[in-house]
């Protein structure tokens, strides 16, 4: 039997993805686990290796005590005990702290891949993904950029978007993990406009804000200047706030991106969308980072994540810190709360 699905009264019971094992994943969701702040806001579930989070909860020297999830006992858990719903097969063989390989990559998308299945049955309220190493990913033979395409891929949404939020900057990304010489030909109109869609879907839907105001960034300096510095401003960026704005979404002209962060900062916009990865993500760690959380916007669950990467510089030293984690999980239960699945994008 599944737990039945989260209600405004009870604590969601939020899966936890340990994402690569060689990385900081393991440590920061055994420092959240301790941390009285996150089991006041939901009941949380690991997904991953049982074998990993026992050493890293003993290596931590944490008062916690790991047991297996069980989806049909209602997760009636004593002080102190850790449900690890654990999919692989046999435990990981041994492997490096730090280091990308094939197998961690594939126990990575092993904990995804579980913890979908497990929302999609109603036994998790929503997904709060620890980090994931691409290049690891990768060597697993998974060819995805990222969390937000193997959601979609797995979840079979179309559109679907990446939106970072952290201190006063709420920002979507046209485009996710993609080189800056391949960028310009994926900047059409329709994506554009798919993006401009999805932050008004987020800013409304998952942010409650009515009527946003959305600021829409150039991706050449100075917007182009007519012309002299690239063109996408006018034969993409322009005409997709055109059609925004015809179906009656407040979307800004295309804005020099130098400036554009700063005035949304300020107060002047509810949300920017961003052309491509650096472009937002340099003011939103400026700002915020360890406290930003990622969510995917258009997924029939939710999920939402750290701002941080894997780390490997300092896997293994016991010096992570777990503030972005208890953000993503604070974002994710309040939304656990009111949940009803996105169907279309309309306003
Ligand atoms: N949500 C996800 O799954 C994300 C995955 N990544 C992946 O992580 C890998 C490494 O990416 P990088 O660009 O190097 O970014 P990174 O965030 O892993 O590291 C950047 C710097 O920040 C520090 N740092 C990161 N998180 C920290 C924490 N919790 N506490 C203290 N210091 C912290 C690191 O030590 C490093 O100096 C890549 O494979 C990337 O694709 C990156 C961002 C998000
Ligand atoms: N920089 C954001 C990031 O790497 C997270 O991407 P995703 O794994 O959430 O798609």
């Not at 400026?286 to 669950?301: D, E, H, K, Q, S």
Request: positive net charge; hydrophobic residues 45%; aromatic residues 4%.
């Amino acid at each position: 039997m599944a737990l039945k699905r989260t209600t405004k009264a009870a604590r969601p019971v939020l899966g936890l993805t340990m994402g690569d094992p060689a990385g900081i994943g393991p440590e920061v969701i055994a420092k959240a686990l301790a941390d009285r702040a996150l089991t006041r806001l939901c009941t949380p579930v690991v997904v991953g290796s049982r074998p990993v989070m026992e050493r890293t909860i003993a290596w931590l020297k944490l008062p916690l005590q790991v047991v297996d999830f069980n989806p049909s006992n209602g997760l009636r858990l004593k002080a102190g005990q850790v449900a690890v719903a654990d999919p692989l097969e046999s435990p990981l063989p041994k492997f490096r702290m730090g280091a990308a390989t094939a197998v961690t990559g594939a126990a990575s998308i092993a904990f995804i891949k579980e913890a979908v299945t497990l929302a999609q049955a109603g036994s998790l309220g929503g997904i709060v993904t620890a980090p994931i190493n691409k290049e690891a990913m990768n060597m697993a033979g998974f060819h995805y950029p990222g969390h937000t395409e193997l959601l979609a891929d797995l979840t079979k949404t179309t559109e679907f978007g990446m939106m970072i939020v952290g201190g006063p900057l709420k920002i979507m990304f046209t485009t996710t993990h993609v080189a800056i010489n391949a960028l310009s030909p994926l900047l059409t109109t329709e994506r554009i406009g798919k993006a401009i869609r999805l932050a008004h879907l987020g800013l409304t839907k998952y942010f409650g804000i009515v009527r946003p105001r959305i600021g829409v960034a150039a991706l050449n300096p100075h917007a182009g200047e007519h012309g002299l510095f690239g063109n996408e401003e006018s034969t993409s960026i322009a005409p997709a706030v055109k059609l925004a704005r015809a179906a009656g979404i407040k979307a800004s002209d295309p804005l020099p991106a130098d400036t554009l962060f700063g005035k949304a900062a300020r107060g002047d916009y509810d949300g920017v969308v961003a052309m491509y990865h650096d472009q937002g993500l340099i003011p939103l760690k400026l700002v915020a980072f360890g406290t930003c959380v990622n969510l995917t916007v258009g997924l029939p669950i939710i999920r939402t994540s750290v701002d941080h990467g894997t780390a490997y510089d300092i896997a293994g030293k016991g010096v992570a810190e777990h503030g972005s984690l208890l953000e993503a999980v604070k974002v994710a239960a309040r939304l656990a709360k009111s949940w009803s699945p996105v169907t279309k994008t309309s306003r």
